[in-house]
């Protein structure tokens, strides 16, 4: 079979005056309109108008980017994925491409989500680092021998990984990988430690709100971020969508599973084509485009 893949970038997408031309078409602004009600402020003023930084907030970035991935997605010409993934944050948007959730109901747990997320940053010093020219591995076996909590978070492509924890044991960790030949191995500019066991917090208040929604099959599989497999049970994918925040996100093993099922064409839909260069990485035989807007 020969599929076609869909594929939704994270956190780190956004950029200045993302979606201003998405705007233009009546099905979006329907939808930026809505999305204004629910989050309760205009978001649409600070992914149109406001600078960088004013986008790093944190209750404006995950749902800028989700909103900015699903708009695109609703106004594609012939939206008919073979399969779906999403990297991270991500994945909530090809939950709602693929129809598994009702847009408001995901945009909630959008929202819900960064601002759990928020609240573990605060509660312990962490970060992220990008660890690039070492195996997986060699970066498994340092972190598992730092003191501290210092996990893989991130497997984005061979030879690049991004580790996450507490910041002392980052640090540490990165010392330990430059020693051992990695290229680079340095802090990235992000909230906290996302996608390790520091997220614990987090997840367990996301958890309640997963729970307490409703999600249905989605049209096509989902390749989950958790363990990298195709998934079309409501039950599961909720099950999976928790356990994502303190689990790494598998997005080399993910492309690699779409591939061996047929996927010979991914679509990145939303802000940026940080994914459509990581699949060529992943396998350079496979046909990459993006779709930022109208």
């Not at 004013?54 to 106004?75: G, N, Y």
């Not at 990165?174 to 051992?180: E, G, M, R, T």
């Not at 049970?233 to 999976?240: A, F, G, S, Y």
Request: contains cysteine.
């Amino acid at each position: 079979m020969k599929a076609k893949a869909f594929v939704f970038p994270g956190q780190g997408a956004q950029f200045p005056g993302m979606g201003k031309d998405l705007y233009e078409s009546p099905v979006a602004r329907e939808l930026f309109e809505q999305a204004n009600d629910i989050l309760g402020f205009r978001i649409t003023d600070v992914m149109f108008d406001g600078s960088e930084d004013d986008l790093k907030q944190t209750k404006v970035t995950q749902p800028a980017v989700f909103l900015h991935s699903v708009i695109t997605a609703k106004i594609y010409p012939d939206f008919k994925p073979d399969m779906v993934a999403g990297h991270s944050l991500g994945e909530f948007s090809a939950l709602v491409a693929a129809g598994a959730l009702e847009f408001d109901n995901g945009l909630r747990l959008v929202a819900a989500r960064a601002q759990a997320m928020q609240r573990a940053c605060e509660l312990q010093a962490s970060t992220m680092a990008a660890v690039l020219g070492l195996d997986d591995a060699t970066v498994e076996r340092i972190c598992s021998e730092t003191e501290g909590v210092a996990v893989p978070a991130n497997y984005n492509c061979p030879g690049q990984i991004v580790i996450s924890g507490a910041l002392a044991a980052v640090e540490a960790a990165c010392a330990k990988l430059k020693a051992a030949g990695a290229k680079r191995a340095m802090l990235l500019p992000v909230g906290g430690g996302f996608h390790s066991p520091l997220m614990e917090p987090a997840r367990l208040e996301l958890e309640e709100a997963i729970g307490a929604t409703v999600f249905a099959a989605p049209l096509c599989p989902i390749y989950q971020n958790v363990d990298a497999n195709p998934c079309s049970d409501p039950k599961q994918i909720k099950l999976n969508l928790v356990t994502q925040l303190t689990a790494p996100v598998r997005w080399t093993q993910s492309v690699q599973n779409m591939i061996a099922d047929g996927a010979v064409s991914f679509v990145e839909l939303g802000p940026g084509s940080v994914l459509q260069g990581l699949i060529k990485k992943i396998d350079k035989s496979v046909e990459t485009s993006g779709k930022q807007g109208v």
